[in-house]
């Protein structure tokens, strides 16, 4: 235990014994002493001044590699995802999400446990009232046992905030509050882009399930009926070969894809916290032998409006609270200092004193104490300065943090802005040759029934317009998700 100086004064009226030197308690006196201590203790904080960092980022996103929509000038407002998402089922899938997910509810208890720590740092400010009532039994001044009844409040240890320390631990429970609402916040935009991706997933993934199935009947009806001119001498080995190897395949995809789909509804059961209603699913496209039924992946998502200027990624939530636990480790350096200055505490107490039980309720009872007391450290073997060593290099770490944290949303828009520039361009080169693949599996057919072409030329057309169609699910669902992403690196 340190070493300490204690400076005390005090002033206590004698028992009944010496009646003559019991004033009675001045209320204009107490109260203007109150007043005083209070005034005394609403000091400035010794923690340094607050400067938000330079951000280790350009100024803007590269211009050139940017959506064609992206403006010099930051939007208004970040994008609600309710603006987001223009598919009332898709919205009331997000809203059973953020109603029963589980790391959402986490989240918000965080943000009230940070409330009740808040409340603990402004309540150690304050001076606790306590009521008081004790017997005691004493040699008085003469040496003759006298019995001593007390009866009213105290203040034990009320610390006078001279140094700020108590005010800079109010500052960092206060940040840490702010921190922990952005995390929820950051949280909340996570879910809400996780769950649009579990979904648009799914949805692709059955889309491919459907364009597979519709391979797979259409293939074991080559196969059967290569089989047939194969036993009747019409086809050869390499005919029959290929169709059997092409079904297979089919086969093999068919139930990758099924495991694929159940996986994807498992996923999203765990994102909104329960087995997902069946009119809050994507409608699963039937099977169709017609190639003219190519599975399609609807747009349920309005444009994102972008801007160059990096600044926008400052009201992203995970930067707030990056910068809000950057607020609160500053502050803790202040409390840290306060500590190697005097502690100055109050005690106080008013009440009612008498010698007899009876007469403790009656007039002229009334007596009261005050003492203050400094306390200063003088040997500690180094315990402060290692404190306020740890309060600045956990600044610095949380520093670092920040950056990090700009450096990493940076990235994630600008990958982000320049997919949305090359995806569109990419879908629409592939819907181009989708449609041309269609003709040519068209044509080959007919000139195939017409005997103008082989089985084998017939078998690569089909295979290739289901690569390109596979190809064009893929492409849609890898630009929607793109989107999302745009969405949450803006910050919502």
Request: aromatic residues 4%.
């Amino acid at each position: 235990q340190p070493w300490g100086v204690a400076l005390m004064s005090s002033t206590m009226q004698p028992d009944r014994s010496a009646a003559a030197a019991r004033r009675p308690l001045s209320a204009v006196a107490l109260g203007t002493a109150v007043l005083l201590t209070a005034l005394l203790g609403a000091c400035s904080s010794l923690a340094p001044t607050y400067q938000r960092p330079a951000a280790p980022v350009p100024a803007q996103f590269d211009a050139a590699a940017s959506a064609p929509a992206a403006s010099a000038s930051a939007p208004a407002a970040p994008l609600a995802w309710t603006d987001l998402v223009r598919d009332e089922r898709l919205r009331r899938l997000v809203q059973a999400a953020l109603t029963a997910n589980r790391d959402l509810r986490v989240a918000a208890l965080n943000v009230q446990r940070a409330q009740a720590q808040l409340g603990l740092a402004q309540a150690d400010r304050w001076p606790t009232v306590n009521g008081v009532a004790s017997a005691a039994r004493a040699p008085n001044s003469q040496g003759k046992q006298t019995n001593t009844f007390q009866l009213g409040v105290q203040v034990s240890g009320w610390e006078l905030d001279f140094f700020g320390r108590l005010q800079s631990l109010d500052d960092a429970a206060r940040a840490s509050l702010l921190a922990t609402e952005a995390g929820r916040r950051s949280a909340e935009l996570a879910l809400v882009a996780s769950v649009l991706t579990a979904e648009r997933t799914l949805a692709a993934d059955q889309a491919l399930l459907a364009l597979a199935e519709r391979t797979a009947i259409s293939r074991a009806d080559t196969l059967r009926l290569t089989q047939l001119r194969f036993d009747r001498g019409a086809a050869s080995q390499l005919e029959r070969s290929s169709a059997q190897s092409l079904t297979s395949q089919a086969d093999a995809t068919l139930s990758q894809l099924r495991r694929q789909v159940a996986q994807d509804r498992n996923a999203l059961a765990l994102l909104i916290g329960q087995a997902p209603a069946a009119d809050l699913l994507p409608t699963a496209q039937p099977a169709s032998a017609e190639a003219a039924a190519v599975p399609t992946l609807t747009d349920p998502f309005a444009p994102v409006p972008a801007a160059l200027e990096s600044s926008v990624l400052l009201r992203r939530p995970d930067i707030v609270q990056a910068e809000q636990q950057l607020i609160a480790a500053n502050a803790n350096i202040g409390a840290a200092r306060a500590a190697f200055f005097p502690r100055i505490s109050l005690t106080t107490s008013a009440g009612l004193v008498s010698n007899e039980l009876s007469n403790l309720l009656q007039a002229g009872n009334l007596a009261w104490t005050l003492s203050s007391q400094a306390l200063l450290t003088l040997f500690d073997h180094g315990r402060n300065q290692a404190n306020l060593e740890v309060a600045q290099v956990n600044r610095d770490i949380a520093v670092a943090q920040y950056e990090k944290a700009l450096q990493s949303a940076f990235r994630d828009t600008a990958d982000a802005l320049a997919g949305q520039a090359t995806w569109q361009d990419q879908l629409a080169a592939l819907q181009r040759q989708r449609d041309a693949t269609r003709d040519i599996h068209r044509l080959t057919r007919l000139r195939h029934e017409q005997g103008a072409a082989s089985e084998l030329e017939r078998l690569d057309a089909e295979r290739s317009l289901f690569n390109t169609e596979q190809a064009l699910v893929q492409a849609t669902l890898a630009e929607q998700l793109n989107r999302v992403g745009l969405w949450k690196a803006l910050g919502g």
